[in-house]
Nanobody
Framework: QVQLVESGGGLVQAGGSLRLSCAASGSIFRPSTMGWYRQCPGKQRELVAQITSGSNPNYADSVKGRFIVSTDNAKNTMYLQMNSLKLEDTGVYYC??????????????WGKGTLVTVSS
């Protein structure tokens, strides 16, 4: 079992920055794939950023150049640095974890989410 806890959400003005954290605990094995999803008002849940052991991260087109995903394996923590925030970035951000490199059929674990609200 894997537990994921997101933190760092809050209220920020457009153009500002936030850093989200996802702390993982339990039966953590590597290689692994972790990602950030978000649920924005009136939209489908979307993959924001994904990072796999030993490879470069990938990003949704809407956040490329603005968001950076990284991991601290010693702390079993993943981060999402969110810069130049826009109103449309508002939503609940979820952390995910799964074993493997992203193409294996493995269980996906989800956190409960953290709310990001961008204001004008």
């Amino acid at each position: 079992q894997v537990q994921l806890v997101e933190s760092g959400g809050g209220l920020v003005q457009a153009g500002g920055s936030l850093r989200l954290s996802c702390a993982a605990s339990g039966s953590i094995f590597r290689p692994s794939t972790m990602g950030w999803y978000r649920q924005c008002p009136g939209k489908q849940r979307e993959l924001v950023a994904q990072i796999t052991s030993g490879s470069n991260p990938n990003y949704a087109d809407s956040v490329k150049g603005r968001f950076i995903v990284s991991t601290d394996n010693a702390k079993n923590t993943m981060y999402l640095q969110m810069n130049s925030l826009k109103l449309e970035d508002t939503g609940v951000y979820y952390c995910t974890y799964r074993r493997g490199l992203g193409f294996e059929d493995s269980v996906v674990y989800w956190g409960k989410g953290t709310l990001v609200t961008v204001s004008s």
